[in-house]
């Protein structure tokens, strides 16, 4: 069987880490697993987990390393026959080391997007809550203004997208995600975009993938995906 390829995607809050996540899976058949959702299927699920996780979650803190790690891990390991790229995880240096203990990463593609961008981003960014659905009121808005697309309620801002919440958001993601750059970085399979639009990035991350994964594995995973 073909080696399985497996990534990180780093980034702060709004840097476009979901939505490149979506092309890479659907453009190099990798499985984008995102701890956000994987949290909330646990939550949904009710599964003993989730339901500790949720405490954390709605008083707006990370979920602690250890509950984190015993949810993702597993999951990562039953992963024997697809590739991956992992978003929102590792979030701290124990999560990144427990990762290490378990695999050995291919890559890990880290956004360096300016602060004044995010900012700009997640100031325009509006939610429908019943289904997660995201849009920006620039670059993805709804066909009507402050109204979901398919089921015609209304969208809702995020308390922490909000400008006072954001700057203290992404100062503490700062502080967090230096050692887990400095560790990929030490390991040599970092690599850093950085600009101020999605669109422009995307083109080198797609070229640095194609020369990375062989082409037979894209097209057996295509194929098991369909
Ligand atoms: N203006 C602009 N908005 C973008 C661009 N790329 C993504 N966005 C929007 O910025 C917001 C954040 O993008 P996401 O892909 O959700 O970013 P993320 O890094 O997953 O964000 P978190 O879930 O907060 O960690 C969304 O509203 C996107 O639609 C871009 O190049 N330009
Ligand atoms: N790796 C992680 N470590 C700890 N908590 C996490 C991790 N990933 C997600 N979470 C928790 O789940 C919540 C939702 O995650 P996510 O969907 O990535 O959205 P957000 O952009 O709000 O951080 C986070 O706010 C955090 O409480």
Request: aromatic share 6%.
């Amino acid at each position: 069987m073909s080696k399985l390829f497996r990534a990180v995607i780093l980034g702060p809050p709004g840097s476009g880490k979901g939505t490149i996540s979506e092309r890479v899976a659907s453009s190099f058949g990798l499985q984008h697993l995102s701890s956000g959702d994987f949290l909330r299927e646990n939550i949904a699920a009710k599964t003993e987990a989730g339901v500790l996780a949720k405490a954390y979650i709605e008083k707006g803190a990370l979920v602690p390393d250890d509950l984190m790690t015993r949810l993702i891990i597993p999951r990562l390991e039953q992963m024997t026959r697809h590739s991956w790229l992992l978003d929102g995880f590792p979030r701290t240096l124990a999560q990144a080391k427990a990762l290490n203990s378990i695999c050995e990463l291919d890559m890990v593609i880290s956004l360096n997007i300016p602060l004044e961008t995010l900012k700009d981003r997640l100031r325009h960014r509006w939610i429908h809550p019943a289904s997660g659905r995201v849009y920006n009121m620039r670059f993805n808005p709804p066909q009507v203004q402050g109204v979901d697309d398919i089921s015609g309620e209304p969208l809702i801002q995020h308390e922490e997208d909000k400008p006072e919440a954001l700057v203290a958001r992404l100062r503490h993601y700062k502080d967090m995600a230096k050692p887990i750059i400095d560790l990929y970085r030490a390991k040599g399979i970092l690599h850093m975009f950085s600009d101020t639009e999605t669109d422009r990035i995307w083109p080198h991350i797609s070229s640095l993938l194609s020369s990375k994964i062989p082409t037979d594995l894209t097209d057996a995973q295509r194929a098991t995906n369909h």
